[in-house]
C-alpha cells in the first residue's frame, strides 16, 4: 500500500523550516526517507525502525510516531542545496520497500 | 556511502530492438537489487527484484518476458527491454542492498534515460 505523503510541494527561502509527512493506515516495519535532484538518482537520507524514535543531526531529522503509522521529515533553516523531491518508503515485515508520491521542495534565495 | 553505477546513462532506439541495462555495485556485495521505473515528476515504481543467482520477481503488471532482468553476480544486475516501444521510453534506476531486508539502505544508481522512437 503506497505512504501518502504530504504536502506536495513546497516553496521556502532560504533559511525557512520546513516538515514532510509521510502516513500509512497500517503499523509500518520500517520508514526510509530519500532525496532526489533532477535527473540524479535518489539520495539515502535516514531510515527508521522504532516507535517513538527520531534521528538525524539539527539540519535534517525525522521522526516515527509511536504508533508507527506516520513519520516526518524536518528540514531546519534549509539551504538552497535542499531543493529537490523528498520520498518516504515505507514496509511491512519481509515486504518490499513502496515509495510515496514525493514531496517537491524549492528554496529560494 | 556505498556507490552504485549504472550504464548507459541515456539510450535513444529505435522501435523493435533490444536495450540493455546494466546495474553495478562498486563497493559492496548486493545480494539483492531492484529496477524501478520513474516517470517525470512521479514516484518510482518497482518493476522487479532480483536475488543473485535466482529468477527476478516481477511486480503485478510488468511483462516478465518484456523485461529480461539477469543477476549473474553480486555486483551486476542487467535490465533488458525486448522490442522496446516508444511507450517504453522512461528513466530507469536501479538499486542495490547488501541483504534485500526491507530494514537493509537501498543505494540508487544514477539512473537510464531511455527513449524510443
Known amino acids: 500500500q503506497q505512504p501518502v505523503q504530504s504536502p506536495q510541494a513546497v516553496i521556502l527561502r532560504e533559511g525557512e523550516d520546513a516538515v514532510i509527512n509521510c502516513s500509512s493506515s497500517?503499523?509500518?516495519?520500517?520508514v526510509h526517507w530519500y532525496r532526489q535532484k533532477h535527473g540524479e538518482a535518489p539520495v539515502f537520507l535516514m531510515i527508521l525502525l522504532k516507535g517513538g524514535e527520531q534521528k538525524g543531526h539539527d539540519k535534517i531529522s525525522a521522526s516515527f510516531n509511536e504508533k508507527k503509522q506516520q513519520s516526518s521529515l524536518y528540514l531546519t533553516a534549509s539551504q538552497l542545496s535542499y531543493s529537490g523531491t523528498y520520498f518516504c518508503g515505507t514496509s511491512n515485515r519481509d515486504d518490499k520497500i513502496i515509495f510515496g508520491k514525493g514531496t517537491r521542495l524549492h528554496i529560494l534565495p | 556511502g556505498a556507490v552504485v553505477s549504472q550504464h548507459p546513462s541515456r539510450v535513444i532506439c529505435k522501435s523493435g530492438t533490444s536495450v540493455k541495462i546494466e546495474c553495478r555495485s562498486l563497493?559492496?556485495?548486493?545480494?539483492?537489487m531492484f529496477w524501478y521505473r520513474q516517470f517525470p515528476k512521479k514516484s518510482l515504481m518497482l518493476m522487479a527484484t532480483?536475488?543473485?543467482?535466482?529468477?527476478?520477481?516481477?511486480e503485478q503488471g510488468v511483462e516478465k518476458d518484456k523485461f529480461l532482468i539477469n543477476h549473474a553476480s553480486l555486483t551486476l544486475s542487467t535490465l533488458t527491454v525486448t522490442s522496446a516501444h516508444p511507450e517504453d521510453s522512461s528513466f530507469y534506476i536501479c538499486?542495490?542492498?547488501?541483504?534485500?531486508?526491507?530494514?537493509?539502505?537501498?543505494?540508487f544508481g544514477p539512473g537510464t534515460r531511455l527513449t524510443v522512437l
Open positions: 538499486s542495490a542492498s547488501s541483504s534485500g531486508e526491507s530494514t537493509d539502505t537501498q543505494y
Open positions: 532480483s536475488n543473485e543467482g535466482s529468477k527476478a520477481t516481477y
Open positions: 563497493d559492496f556485495q548486493a545480494t539483492t
Open positions: 497500517k503499523a509500518l516495519y520500517s
